[in-house]
């Protein structure tokens, strides 16, 4: 196990219900060891010719490079957004017992 293999994928939702909706049936599948949930917060983008205000929850999961490219499906096919985000995050390095802890967390 090397801190490189863990990564975190930052998600926006538009409700708290669908984050947790989310983190719950990734940790259940075993995809994520674990997930945090922030917000509310305003996020401002151009969507379809006008800026946007809106306000949504940031989904964070921690997961490792063999269970991201699945719990990315599992998110695009849960989630509302015509384009969600999605956003991989690497993990240079961080506390080992707790990042043994993780991939524990998705072993089978």
Not at 19 to 30: H, N
Not at 32 to 42: L, R, S, V
Not at 74 to 89: A, V
């Amino acid at each position: 196990m090397s801190p490189t293999d863990i990564l975190f994928l930052y998600i926006t939702c538009p409700t708290k219900d669908l984050a947790v909706l989310l983190s719950e049936r990734a940790i259940q599948d075993k995809l994520a060891a674990c997930a945090n949930i922030h917000g509310p917060m305003t996020s401002v983008y151009p969507w379809v010719g006008a800026i946007q205000h809106d306000t949504e929850w940031v989904l964070i999961l921690k997961t490792n490079h063999t269970q991201v490219d699945a719990l990315t499906s599992l998110i695009e096919s849960e989630h509302p957004y015509q384009i969600p985000c999605i956003l991989q995050m690497p993990i240079a390095g961080g506390n080992l017992p707790y990042l043994k802890w993780l991939q524990d967390q998705m072993a089978d």
